[in-house]
């Protein structure tokens, strides 16, 4: 019997040659409810391009793929007989699930770009990090005051994202970003300083809240900020 949240493997990864779909590597995880362990025993590759069936092919849960929106892979086990599949979902919590099927653990996130392909994406299970492809988000001419910024991560819970920020201005200052949660008055961590009319950029790990959010301040004059999203830290719920 595993402890309860354990997790190996059943990392998620592009399907080499298929821009919709994605491969489920072979593992083992504690359910949910810390009543049974469940497993993959052979890479299962689940389809965004159709509904769901037992098996390779169609994964997803309900509806049609959409453009720049995540997904994620849950674990699900047929009560007739335990068989283990992956179901894709839109949801983080509550995939539509097929009767006759349980949700038993959810595994990675994954985005599509503007055309619903896949974004081609890197998650290592033994750091729990999340590394994919994402446009830079520029803000020019930002006041010298707290703001709230947008990044790309699923939405519903917080995340630990890992970004770069550039700023550059006139003159010089620094540059803070925390959790919106946290922020109080002007309370916030330095995370960079430019120390002279120019550019600095500064590499960190932000903490969002759960609509995808952080809090940015810029102490120099008309900065611009540049804001790129790397990837995030994903346990898939080891600690829920």
């Known amino acids: 019997m595993l402890p309860p949240g354990f997790i190996r493997g059943l990392a998620l990864s592009n399907t080499v040659g298929a821009a919709n779909s994605v491969d489920v590597a072979t593992g083992v995880a504690r359910n949910f409810d810390d009543t049974l362990d469940i ?8 389809s965004l391009e159709s509904t769901f069936v037992p098996g390779p092919g169609g994964g997803l849960d309900t509806g049609a793929k959409a453009p720049n929106a995540w997904y994620f ?10 068989a283990v599949d992956a179901l894709l979902s839109a949801s983080i919590l509550n995939p539509v699930v097929p009767t006759g099927w349980v949700h038993e653990r959810r595994l990675n996130a994954f985005h599509t770009d503007n055309a619903g ?25 930002q006041p010298n005051s707290v703001n709230v910024r947008n990044v790309t991560v699923p939405l519903g819970k917080k995340w630990r994202a890992l970004l770069s920020i ?15 949660d946290m922020m109080v008055g002007n309370i916030y961590r330095v995370i960079g300083w430019q120390p002279v009319a120019g ?23 008309s900065a611009t900020l540049s804001i790129f999203m790397r990837g995030f830290y994903d346990d898939r719920d080891r600690d829920a």
Do not use: M, W
């Open 39 to 46: 497993a993959i025993q052979a890479v299962l590759t689940k």
């Open 73 to 82: 892979a849950h674990l699900i086990r047929q009560l007739s007989d335990d």
């Open 117 to 141: 392909n896949i974004q081609p994406f890197l998650y290592t299970p033994s750091l729990n990090l999340f590394e994919f492809r994402c446009a830079v988000v520029d803000l020019s001419a």
């Open 166 to 180: 550039s700023a550059a201005g006139p003159g010089a200052g620094y540059l803070g970003a925390c959790d919106p």
């Open 199 to 221: 550019a600095a950029t500064a590499f960190c790990e932000v903490v969002t809240n759960a609509a995808g959010q952080i809090a940015t301040y810029s102490s120099g004059a």
